[in-house]
């Protein structure tokens, strides 16, 4: 690998010498094309004009979405929400928490406000909208979601440039010393671009976490806000917000205000301890997940579906059953984790492993390894389901189960390789005892 001062070298950089993820610099090459298009041909599979349907035809041609690719006032409202959020995380007040051990034994400090910035932005939202005061008309977002969807990619792979770029070169505000990602610096252009090479971008003299803030702050509560311009749309559009409207709202809000409560939760996660900032990270937090998960929202507002007071209920029991499991199995192991002898987790097996920590072996980890991921995805069917209860046949407002569904059976492939890599042969003995990776008798 060449030498730049001040870069601390990954473990087994340079071409070939590791294990690759994501089907190597072919796989991730094509994946820095794939997603993006991906993003963007939902608008053209599904709009106000047509959706793509199963049946009766299994494959209907795209259909010309009625805005345009791009737009300069759409471009500058991306870069002004992120700005925004950006110098609300910086000004605001904030916790502040220490993130786990990097692999050069030092520890970085997080500021923490996800909430508060949620709460200010979405609460003025909802106060100033159409919802409230009506002075900002909210629908705007709807009306120009592909030249959007267009300027959250540039700006995405922009800021993915620039950390590639900056990866090279000494970070002043830790005396020239930049820690790579042990997955990101392979060498292969392609592949580190997409890893990300350096672990923890830190701009503004070390203020700013790049990975950190862009995880959870401009994305995640810029998808509850699309979300809201599109129920001022069918509000506007339809005379009023329907049921479905009203559930996929609710539900992803809360995902979304839960999230951003248990921000110091996100210090331990591999996103955070692991994965380089590359394109991946970077698209996927600002691209992807608020311009793909808000097609339910996308889809009712021009195409409401009746939902009926069984359908609510059906979907109620469905989100409920998902939470249940996803609440109740993270909660088990958080609490398990920070004090195995505490009362609600006293009474659970465990077994013993040389690294020192304890593996559940029963309650919710003891039905699968990943059980806390089936309940994400069974929430996320509930929040598809109201758009095709009534019999609309629409895949596209189905990508989120079909996309989740590929990721957490990736994920889990991927967690699964990192805990072999940890716990070696207790690992084996686990999964002895607890043989079912997400659906407990089925997979
Ligand atoms: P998990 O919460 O699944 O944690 C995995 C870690 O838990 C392992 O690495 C291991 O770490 C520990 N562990 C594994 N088995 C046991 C056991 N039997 N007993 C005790 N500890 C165990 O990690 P994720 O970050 O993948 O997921 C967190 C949540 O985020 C999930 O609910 C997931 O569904 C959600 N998620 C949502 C996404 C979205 O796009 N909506 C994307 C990704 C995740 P150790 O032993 O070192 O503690």
């Known amino acids: 690998m060449a030498k730049h001062k ?15 993820e994501f089907f190597g610099p072919h796989g991730t090459a094509a994946l820095l094309v794939a997603l993006p298009l991906t993003v963007l041909a939902l608008p053209w599979a599904c709009n106000e004009r047509g959706c793509l349907k199963l049946l009766p035809k299994p494959w ?22 992120f700005a925004l959020v950006l110098a609300l995380h910086v000004l605001l007040p904030g916790a502040r928490a220490r993130g786990v051990a990097l692999p050069d034994g030092s520890r970085l400090t997080y500021k923490l406000n996800a909430f508060p ?6 609460g003025a939202a909802l106060a100033l909208g159409n919802f409230g005061l009506g002075a900002i008309d909210l629908a705007w977002a709807a009306d120009n979601f592909l030249p959007l969807t267009t300027a959250a990619i540039a700006l995405s792979s922009a800021l993915a440039v620039a950390v590639y770029a900056a990866s090279f070169l000494p970070d002043p505000s830790t005396r020239g010393r930049r820690l790579l990602s042990a997955h990101g610096a392979s060498g292969y252009l392609a592949y580190d671009f997409w890893m990300g090479r350096e672990l923890n971008p830190r701009w503004l003299g070390g203020a700013l976490d790049v990975k950190e803030f862009c995880e959870l702050y401009p994305g995640m509560i810029g998808w509850a806000l699309l979300n809201l311009a599109f129920a001022a749309a069918q509000a506007r559009d339809h005379g009023r917000v329907g049921a479905g409207m009203l559930l996929v709202n609710a539900f992803q809000l809360w995902y979304v205000a839960d999230g951003l409560a248990n921000e110091r939760a996100i ?24 311009f793909t998960f808000t097609t339910q929202a996308r889809f009712l507002a021009s195409h409401p579906q009746p939902l009926g007071a069984a359908g609510v209920a059906a979907v109620l029991a469905v989100q409920a059953t998902g939470y ?48 806390n991921y089936l309940g994400d995805w069974i929430m996320g069917f509930a929040w598809c389901m109201p758009t095709g209860l009534a019999g609309a046949a629409a895949v596209v407002p189905f990508f989120y189960c079909i996309y989740f569904a590929a990721l957490l059976a990736h994920r889990e492939r991927r967690d699964e390789a990192a805990c072999r890599a940890k716990y070696g042969a207790d690992w084996e003995r686990y999964c002895r005892i607890v043989p079912w990776r997400i659906i407990p008798r089925v997979y």
Not at 61 to 79: D, E, K, R, V
């Open 117 to 122: 910035v949620f709460l200010l932005t979405y």
């Open 60 to 81: 209907v041609p795209g259909f010309a979405p009625g805005q345009p690719l791009y737009t300069h006032a759409a471009l500058a409202a991306a870069a002004g929400w």
């Open 324 to 371: 249940l499991i996803f609440r109740g199995a993270n909660g088990q192991k958080d609490a398990f984790r920070r004090d195995p002898s505490h009362p609600s987790v006293s009474h659970l097996e465990s077994m013993p492993t040389a690294r020192g920590t304890r593996l559940i072996t029963s309650g919710w980890w003891g039905a699968a390894r990943h059980i």
């Open 267 to 290: 210090l331990t996660t591999m996103d955070i301890t692991t994965d380089g900032f590359g394109f991946m990270l970077a698209f996927g937090d600002l691209a992807w997940v608020p």
């Open 6 to 20: 001040g870069v601390e070298p990954a473990p087994g950089g340079q071409h070939g010498q590791q294990h690759f």
